[in-house]
């Protein structure tokens, strides 16, 4: 039988919207931390995206 190599990257969507940059744990964790401290609501999306890249880091 013959191996079939299927790249599912392009399936999976990313966690973090386009406009954030690839961030190091560290740069996420204070780039959440300076969202949350603005009670900004307008943040909510950004400050979701960032919990959810530290949660995928986490499992």
Known sequence: MRDIQVDRSP???STLPADIPEL?????LAC???AVETHDSARLDEV???IGRLAV???
């Open 11 to 13: 399936l999976a969507p």
């Open 24 to 28: 190091s744990d560290d740069e996420c």
């Open 32 to 34: 959440l931390a300076r």
């Open 48 to 50: 979701a995206a960032l």
């Open 57 to 59: 880091t986490i499992e």
